[in-house]
């Protein structure tokens, strides 16, 4: 089955740690994404990439990095210097990055720094 | 600024009724509107679209209504069953922008009663 895998489940890292989250896609999908989810918020892009090795910056990049140097994986590391770490990490991708291809999204990474 | 709002965050409705969920945007320059649904620790997955050209957009149980005047659309769920529980995104895109460019609202969560 197709789809996107998004690795692990829950995280929990101690304040000042960099940690990096997986995602992987078999839907051959070239253009991938990473949003964030809080409570009582919209998803929020961190990160987008339209094909290998190239990512752009999405509305809340700071304190976050991404590497895009296969097709079907686009890791995102939360470093030390994102303010407010804890959140719920979504990573979707779509055929097409035309606003009408719908996204295909992970189960996402629920990540706790304390 | 929430360009796109879910006013409702949650709603509960009977089993066998209509569901119907609201969304509202103020930018005028988005023409295209998608709804996803997540379940809880889950992804969200597409659920329904519509161009600004149709007023509404029919598959199955699920109905999209658009209208552009008061730059409001609707979802509606007719007959609603326990599986629809779950919360509901809307998203706004404009035409010639990528999906990078994508807004959500906050969801609104739909509580099924059997």
């Known amino acids: 089955d197709g789809g996107i895998t998004q690795s692990p489940k829950y995280l929990f890292r101690k304040e000042g740690q960099n940690v990096t989250l997986s995602c992987e896609q078999n839907l051959n999908h070239d253009a991938m994404y990473w949003y964030r989810q809080d409570p009582g918020q919209g998803l929020r892009l961190i990160y987008y990439s339209q094909i290998v090795n190239d990512f752009q910056k999405g509305d809340i990049a700071e304190g976050y990095s991404v590497s895009r140097e296969k097709k079907e994986s686009f890791p995102l590391t939360v470093t030390s210097a994102q303010k407010n770490p804890t959140a719920f990490y979504l990573c979707a991708s779509s055929s097409g990055w035309d606003g009408v291809s719908p996204l295909h999204f992970g189960n996402g990474t629920r990540l706790t720094v304390t | 600024d929430q360009q796109v709002k879910q006013n409702s965050p949650s709603l509960s409705v009977q089993e066998g009724r209509i569901s119907i969920l609201n969304c509202d945007y103020t930018?005028?320059?988005?023409?295209?509107f998608l709804w996803y649904k997540k379940y809880p620790a889950e992804g969200p997955t597409f659920l329904i679209s519509i161009s600004s050209i149709k007023d509404k957009n029919e598959d199955g149980r699920f109905t999209v209504f658009l209208n552009k005047s008061a730059k409001h659309l609707s979802l509606h769920i007719v007959p609603s069953q326990p599986g629809d529980s779950a919360v509901y995104f809307c998203?706004?895109?404009?035409?010639?922008?990528?999906?990078?460019?994508?807004?959500f609202g906050t969801g609104t969560r739909l509580t099924i009663i059997p």
């Open positions: 998203a706004a895109s404009a035409l010639g922008f990528g999906n990078e460019k994508l807004t």
């Open positions: 930018n005028s320059m988005f023409d295209y």
